[in-house]
C-alpha cells in the first residue's frame, strides 16, 4: 500500500517550454502532497506543500509564479515549471501524507521526475 | 530552527559486515524520524520511522534504528550488509505542530564492497 506514481519519469525540453509534472496518490487519499528539488547529490530541498482544495504554501526563495503547484483533488497534485530555463534542470520529487493518518504519518514518495532543460 | 546531520558523506563496508549510519538531530521538541533509501534516479523508499514508545525500531530489509534522546541520535544499523544496500541513506526529522513537513539531513551514500 501507499503507493505514489510521479509521471513522467524523465522530460527533456526546449529554453522557454512550460512541463507539467503529475504526483498521485494511487491508493490513499492525500490532503497534503509536498513538492522537492534534489540537485545532484545532494538532498532534498522542500519547495512547496501542496494542499487540497486551497493555495499551496511555498518555502522561501520559490517563486510560485515559477512553480505552479495545483492540488485539484485528494489524489492528484500538479507542479508546472513555466517558461523553464536550463537551470531549472533538476530531479523534482513529490510526496504524499495519507489523510487519514496522524500528523507523524511518514510521507510516502514518487520516483521523481528528471528535467533537463536545453 | 531545526537541523539534522548526517556526519558521514560515503561509507565504505564489505558485503557481510555490520553497518552503522549516523544521524544527529537538533530539535525543541521530541521529533519524530524516519530513515529513507535513495536508489540512483529513484524516490525514496521508507525503511523505518519513529514516533513513540520502545526506542529501538525495526525497518524494512533487516534494518533497524535507536533513538537516544540524550545523545539527540537516531541511528540505522544493520548486521550483515548486502551488495543491494547500496544506495544513499538519508534520516528527516519532523515534529507535531511543524505542518507535517519533514527536514532531511545531507544523505550518506553507502558503497558496498563484495
Known amino acids: 500500500g501507499a503507493v505514489v506514481s510521479q509521471h513522467p519519469s524523465w522530460v527533456i525540453c526546449k529554453s522557454g517550454t512550460s512541463v507539467k509534472i503529475e504526483c498521485r496518490s494511487l491508493?490513499?487519499?492525500?490532503?497534503?502532497m509536498f513538492w522537492y528539488r534534489q540537485f545532484p547529490k545532494q538532498s532534498l530541498m522542500l519547495m512547496a506543500t501542496?494542499?487540497?482544495?486551497?493555495?499551496?504554501?511555498?518555502e522561501q526563495g520559490v517563486e510560485k509564479d515559477k512553480f505552479l503547484i495545483n492540488h485539484a483533488s485528494l489524489t492528484l497534485s500538479t507542479l508546472t515549471v513555466t517558461s523553464a530555463h536550463p537551470e531549472d534542470s533538476s530531479f523534482y520529487i513529490c510526496?504524499?501524507?495519507?489523510?487519514?493518518?496522524?500528523?507523524?504519518?511518514?510521507?510516502?514518495f514518487g520516483d521523481g521526475t528528471r528535467l533537463s532543460i536545453l | 530552527a531545526q537541523s539534522v546531520t548526517q556526519p558521514d558523506i560515503h561509507i565504505t563496508v564489505s558485503e557481510g559486515a555490520s553497518l552503522e549510519l549516523r544521524c544527529n538531530y537538533s530539535?525543541?521538541?521530541?521529533?519524530?524520524l524516519f530513515w529513507y533509501v535513495q536508489s540512483p534516479g529513484q524516490g525514496l523508499q521508507l525503511l523505518l520511522k519513529?514516533?513513540?514508545?520502545?526506542?529501538l525500531v525495526q525497518g524494512i530489509k533487516g534494518f533497524e534504528a535507536e533513538f537516544k534522546r540524550s545523545q539527540s541520535s537516531f541511528n540505522l544499523r544493520k548486521p550483515s550488509v548486502h551488495w543491494s544496500d547500496a544506495a544513499e541513506y538519508f534520516c528527516?526529522?519532523?515534529?507535531?505542530?511543524?505542518?507535517?513537513?519533514?527536514?532531511f539531513g545531507t544523505g550518506t551514500q553507502l558503497k558496498v564492497e563484495l
Open positions: 530539535y525543541g521538541a521530541t521529533p519524530y
Open positions: 519513529y514516533f513513540s514508545g520502545d526506542t
Open positions: 501542496s494542499n487540497e482544495g486551497s493555495k499551496a504554501t511555498y
Open positions: 491508493d490513499f487519499q492525500a490532503t497534503t
Open positions: 510526496s504524499a501524507r495519507d489523510h487519514l493518518g496522524a500528523s507523524n504519518q511518514p510521507q510516502h
Open positions: 528527516a526529522v519532523g515534529f507535531t505542530g511543524g505542518g507535517n513537513k519533514l527536514t
